[in-house]
């Protein structure tokens, strides 16, 4: 990622945030609204080219601050149009976007971390450990670097890193996405992913309007804490309880990620308590197949088990959907490709 030492990125501050900067500046505060233009709606890469400010303005803000634009080091074209953007940041560590077409839609996966704390085990981003956190505008240049961005119908922060334990930027760059001032989307085109980190997901809950999918993977709370430690903090007992304190019968979507994993979680009596678990709240299942790799000591589900499952939740009133497995042939699991492409 671009960083200019000692100078502030303007990319990913948001309205209020450039109107505390044009009043300590000196400048008016309708500045503000003219740098988000220029910032978000025009999305220049230089102050230079904001041509309705003055020019004692642009040289000021040239002083201080920046543009943080930076282009991806490399990209992966998989043989299903997925693509995968690789973004070198300090240290020479990457973090990377999935770009997933599709009939009638296209999303961007978006990592918002360095690596992760989280450390589940069936993830690689979760055994590299955590290098530190990506600023909001970070986040925004991993959709305004890559080519396909006005392509773009839905984001999601499935990506590398735990959304929750980052949530000042993820906040700032979901206000940047939906914000009038900002690219004006509606909130139903993010979906915020999280493990359930509790005081976290408590105020993305109050603060924001975007989808959110949480990662359940296993109804029993000790085979979920063997695969997820995050378990142990906060159990998911404890986080199904917060969210049905909340409404979901709107335009905001409940979702769970359930991984199959082979011989796992994946027979009828882990459907069951799944069930169970659920019941009540206003939500889908989206099963994923696990996609080996060398480096994580898991199989994926037989699809005759998949597709038991996923039909024992149907039958009883959980809308389940099995999520095509895409960009395999490129590492698509969460972490591979910058897992690769690490330098130290
Ligand atoms: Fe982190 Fe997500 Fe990987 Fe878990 S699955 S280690 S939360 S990136």
Known sequence: MKVESGKTNLLGMTLEQLQ????????????????????????????????????????????MAYIGHDFPA?????????????????????????????DDRATLCVSCQVGCKMGCRFCVTGQQGFHGNLAAGDILNQLFAIPEFELLTNVVFMG?????????????ATRVLTAPWGLGWSPKRITVSTVGILPGLRRFLDESQCHLAVSLHNPVAPERQQMMPVQKAYPLADVLALLRQYDWSGQRRLSFEYTMFRGLNDDLGHAAKLVDALRGLDCRVNLIRFHESPEAPFKTSMPTAIKTFQDYLNRNGIVCTLRASRGQDIDAACGLLAGKNKTS
């Not at 990209?75 to 770009?99: N, W």
């Not at 735990?162 to 000042?168: Q, V």
Request: hydrophobic fraction near 40%; charge should be negative; charged fraction near 25%.
């Open 160 to 172: 590398m890193g735990e959304p929750m334990d980052n949530l000042d930027a993820v906040l700032a």
């Open 74 to 102: 490399n990209c992966q074209l998989s043989r299903d149009g997925t693509k995968k953007y690789l973004f070198p940041v300090l240290d020479g560590q990457y973090i990377e976007a999935v770009y997933i077409p599709d």
């Open 20 to 63: 505390e900067l044009c009043a300590t500046e000196g400048f008016p505060r309708f500045t503000a609204k003219q740098l988000c233009d220029w910032l978000y709606r025009k999305r220049v890469d230089s102050i230079d080219a904001m041509t309705n400010l003055s020019l004692a303005q642009r040289a000021r803000l040239n002083e």
